[in-house]
């Protein structure tokens, strides 16, 4: 399985940017797809993620601000990010757990304040 992460970029605070992600190679059956991120010095943390039957998980802090959303028939996964802030600048890791987890190359989102 690989993944294929876009949408990261500069956005100053306050605004939006949208990450999506495509997994390739053969998935069927029970799967977690989601968005893992790391900031400098810190160590990687879960933002969302939603599993192949729709179950979601958020972060406490996205919550509200952060929406995951999934296509099972292109095996694609979403995250639209509003309301961003300065402490949501970090590498954004796109993960499936099928398996095993496999991760995609990060996609940095820089929020200026």
């Known amino acids: 399985v690989q993944l294929q992460a876009s949408g990261g970029g500069l956005v100053q605070a306050g605004g939006s940017l949208r990450l999506s992600c495509a997994a390739s190679?053969?998935?069927?059956?029970?799967?977690?797809m989601g968005w893992y991120r790391q900031a400098p010095g810190k160590q990687r943390e879960l933002v969302a993620t939603?599993?192949?039957?729709?179950?979601?998980n958020y972060a406490d802090s996205v919550k509200g601000r952060f929406t995951i959303s999934r296509d099972n028939a292109k095996n694609t996964v979403g995250l639209q990010m509003n309301s961003l802030k300065s402490e949501d600048t970090a590498v954004h890791y796109c993960s499936i757990f099928y398996g095993t987890n496999y991760w995609g190359k990060g996609t940095l989102v820089t929020v200026s304040s």
């Open positions: 190679g053969s998935i069927v059956g029970f799967n977690v």
């Open positions: 939603i599993t192949s039957g729709d179950t979601i």
